[in-house]
């Protein structure tokens, strides 16, 4: 019986300890941080997009609204700014086009590469350094 008691006891106390680790871990002020600028990055990667694509309203999956049927979307800080990939396209019946954007320390955008077999995004590209259109 003392066994049984303790056990319980036993079980009881690393809940709680697991409990209290967890919640403390999911609202550390330095998590809440990083989050948010992810969120504020994956904002500004969508109005480069836009901007790049000519295309005012493009439908985008990414880190903010991701859909497992298109694809995985990441979002990651790297040493000298940020990186996030993820899926466009424009509005009707166009078919999903991948992109991974580069964007600098200072929130400029260093590099587009998309996956589009779109002829004037080609065209544009050969004159636009931050843009790579791949086929």
Same mark, same amino acid.
């Given at each position: ?12 106390? !690393? =809940?709680? &300890? ?14 809440? +941080?990083? #989050?948010? /600028? ?31 049927? !298109? =694809?995985? &979307? ?14 466009? +396209?424009? #509005?009707? /019946? ?42």
């Amino acid at each position: 019986m003392n066994h049984r008691v303790g056990s319980i006891v036993f079980g009881l106390a !690393v =809940g709680l &300890v697991v409990a209290a680790w967890s919640y403390q871990w999911l609202v550390s002020p330095e998590k809440l +941080r990083e #989050r948010s /600028e992810q969120e504020r990055i994956v904002t500004l990667a969508r109005a480069h997009l836009a901007a790049k694509l000519g295309v005012d309203d493009p439908e985008i999956v990414d880190p903010l609204a991701p859909q497992r049927k !298109v =694809g995985k &979307v990441y979002v990651f800080r790297t040493a000298d700014g940020w990186e996030v990939s993820g899926f466009y +396209r424009r #509005r009707g /019946e166009d078919r999903w086009h991948a992109f991974l954007m580069s964007i600098a320390a200072d929130d400029s955008l260093r590099l587009l590469k998309i996956k589009d077999r779109n002829d004037g995004l080609a065209v544009r590209s050969l004159d636009d350094p931050a843009l790579e259109v791949v086929p």
